[in-house]
């Protein structure tokens, strides 16, 4: 059988990992969230001013120092604020415990792989065959 590093980083980590989660899964049924500080821009397509209150806006060429002759411009403005966090709870405790959950994925494809061959190696030779070989369940 290969070696399943990842699972091996969980299996260390279980104990205090499952106690983080309880833990925030308790401060979230308190309604005590996780929060981050965004800054980000929003942008908005407007129609121009000075054309609306200057000149005409059927106006084609246009000498409009704000527009440049397009009628419209783009407003900027800078929104900053708390944000609920965008991840799951095993989502934060993967990247807190550095555990790489595309590569346990993996590992689970690999586990099911060998044991589906196992499966078909002791089901080809019915003497030895104890029974059947039943499949774990998966979960994730």
């Known amino acids: 059988m290969a070696e399943y590093p ?18 925030l899964d ?3 049924s308190q309604g ?3 929060m981050v500080w965004k800054i980000h821009q929003e942008q908005e397509q407007k129609q121009c001013w000075r054309c609306v209150h200057f000149t005409k806006i059927s106006t084609l060429n246009c000498d409009c120092i704000t527009c440049h002759g397009t009628h419209e411009y783009t407003s900027s403005t800078t929104v900053e604020g708390w944000s609920p966090i965008n991840k799951s709870i095993p989502d934060l405790l993967a990247e807190y415990h550095k555990i790489d959950l595309k590569k346990l994925d993996q590992e689970k494809q690999i586990m099911l ?18 029974g059947p070989i039943q499949r774990p369940s998966r979960t994730s």
Do not use: F, R
């Not at 990842?6 to 833990?23: P, R, T, W, Y």
């Not at 792989?113 to 104890?130: A, C, F, I, R, Y």
């Open 26 to 28: 308790w401060l979230a």
């Open 6 to 23: 990842e699972h091996d980083k969980l299996k260390a980590i279980k104990d205090e990992s499952q106690a983080q989660g309880e833990l």
């Open 113 to 130: 792989t060998e044991l589906q061959e196992l499966g078909e190696d002791v089901s080809d030779n019915e003497n030895d065959n104890p």
């Open 32 to 34: 005590i969230n996780l």
